[in-house]
């Protein structure tokens, strides 16, 4: 009969606040993981909206190529207009 | 059955309550992290699959930027030659004629010429005024004109007594016209006042003049 109360008081007095400090220990851990993956998913749905813009750089690409395509024109008439240089020098 | 029985299903019941609670609310958390795991996980994917292209896209314009540049330096040099060609680009901003061309190894090393003396005025000044189009916005030391270390502005410290400097200290321009403060009467004959400000007429009826009467 010693041994049965012995046994209970190691339950409850040993046994019972190590099973509640251990797993209030893994709540409290994962309570505090939820805030940082909102976090998270926040900023990466709104990095996901800024490369929205990433589509318009086709059209930049295009209107850089036809720029630079007009300057060359142009340069093409300007190296026939203007004499070079060493030209002009002598 | 005995007490200490009793009290054994007590601390059993004890423990597996404290169980249950503890796990119950560890897998709601474990459940919203995987949730915003999910959707993490989806907004990734997407900024993926947004910028897989970019460097492909960039790499092109960044390829025709440089023949751009590549044509212009080569037909400045081959137009203005060297030296004149450095001397205008640090004359449009300042310094980086020491930076040289890209496709001219060394033209840093050479002499850039006064611009002033190389080129008219009035060129300088329509080049300086180029500095203020949106290609030259895009410097990247940013737009000339919004730089006081380099815009043209710097130039009026040359003479610090003149108007720029001390405003406060110089009369304003006269108003002229109706909008005058101080109207006059036009005269009667050249150079005399029919009336003196705040006097009366300065002629007699005989037509001469009163003792008062000034010319103007």
Known sequence: MTLYWIGDAVLLLVVLPVVVY???GVLG???????SVEAISAAAQAGSKDLDATALLLTTQDQATRTVA???NYGGSLDVILDDAEEAQS | MTAAGVVLIVAVVLIVAALAWYLIWTIV???????????TIAAVGEIIAKSAPVGEVVTTINADLDAGVTALEGLLVKKAGMPDAIGLVDGLYPGAGEAGFRDFPGSGDTKAPRIAE?????????ARLGREAPIAAASPEGPVLRDVSRGA???????PDVRQTRPEKLPR?????????????PSEEPGVRRHMPGRAAVLDPDGRH????GTV
């Open chain 1, 22 to 24: 251990l797993l209030h």
């Open chain 1, 29 to 35: 851990a994962a309570r505090s993981i939820v805030p």
């Open chain 1, 70 to 72: 007009g300057v060359a």
């Open chain 2, 29 to 39: 958390a474990l459940s919203r992290i995987t949730t915003g795991l999910d959707r």
């Open chain 2, 118 to 126: 190389v080129y008219t005025r009035g060129v300088l000044t329509l």
């Open chain 2, 153 to 159: 502005g710097a130039a009026l410290d040359l003479y």
């Open chain 2, 173 to 185: 321009s006269p108003v002229i016209g109706t909008g005058a403060p101080v109207q006059y009467e």
């Open chain 2, 210 to 213: 009163d003792a008062d009467a």
